[in-house]
């Protein structure tokens, strides 16, 4: 079984966490928000076994990455994938995202085209603007992120989590991206702000490195990814059954063997 190692790279707000797992094929992965690369700790070494080198990137402001000063745009937080392709000696890797991460990683593979192979979509968010005000209108709550001597944020904070989906099956992986979504503090807005402020429609339709959108049926955003499906129907696509925002790690095998086929192929 490969061992996961983690390491730091330079970035422009400080340094940048990253855990790395296995030989082959490097595969760079972005968590959605709030949590960070513990989203992906499940499937590391299944893509290992797989033949992938699996890099499972902390966004800045989450896990052991440095906050930004001010407000990132996606443009700004892009900027973590070359970053750690330099600190790891390597010259161009797959990208895969989920959910922030999808939109993070489609302006990455733009902005540095000529580092990025392939890019996965997990979870990606084709929107009208409507839609982008009224998700960031429902985010704005992030903001008023308090402490309280009583505890009542936790509890706030996890009704808000678990009232996102009809229903969850993992209560460890529930727990999991919870505890670690609260390492973002005072600032675990930046990302989602960021993102609906993104057309992630637009920037989709000037991807020129193969694409596959990855999706599965329990995700609260599913449809979205139905909407891509129609948008781009030169883009490979690929869905699993069932499952929650928390799928990676809910079917860790089947997921994994569906982004390294991709990234193999």
């Known amino acids: ?70 407000p990132p745009t996606v443009a700004d937080y892009a900027h973590i994938v070359p970053a750690v392709l330099d600190q790891l000696g390597i010259g161009s890797a797959s990208l895969l995202g989920h959910h922030t991460g999808a939109v993070i990683a489609t302006e990455a593979a733009l902005q540095f085209a000529s580092r990025i192979d392939k890019v996965i979509l997990n979870g990606p968010l084709p929107m009208s603007d409507e839609e982008r005000a009224m998700w960031r209108q429902m985010l704005a709550r992030e903001k008023d992120w308090n402490l309280r001597w009583d505890g009542s944020h936790l509890t706030e904070l996890w009704n808000f989590r678990f009232g996102a989906q009809p229903a969850w099956t993992d209560l460890e992986a529930f727990h999991a991206n919870f505890i670690h979504g ?82 193999k192929a």
């Not at 129907?233 to 991709?262: C, K, M, N, R």
């Open 1 to 70: 079984m490969s061992r996961i190692s983690k390491g730091y790279a330079e970035g422009r707000w400080g340094q940048i966490h990253y855990q790395a797992c296995g030989e082959g094929a490097p595969l760079l992965l972005l968590h959605q928000s709030p949590t960070d690369s513990v989203q992906f700790a499940r499937a590391m070494q299944p893509l290992a076994a797989r033949g992938i080198r699996a890099i499972a990137i902390d966004l800045p402001g989450f896990g052991g990455s440095d906050t930004p000063p001010a």
């Open 182 to 263: 609260l390492l973002a503090g005072r600032t675990v807005w930046y990302a989602h702000d960021a993102v609906m402020t993104y057309k992630h429609e637009e920037a989709m339709q000037r991807l020129q490195q193969p694409c596959l959108i990855l999706a599965n049926t329990g995700d609260a955003i599913y449809g979205y990814s139905q909407r891509a499906r129609q948008l781009y129907p030169h883009f490979s696509y690929a869905e699993l059954p069932g499952g929650t925002i928390d799928i990676i790690d809910e079917q860790p095998g089947d997921w994994s063997g569906i982004v390294a086929d991709f990234v």
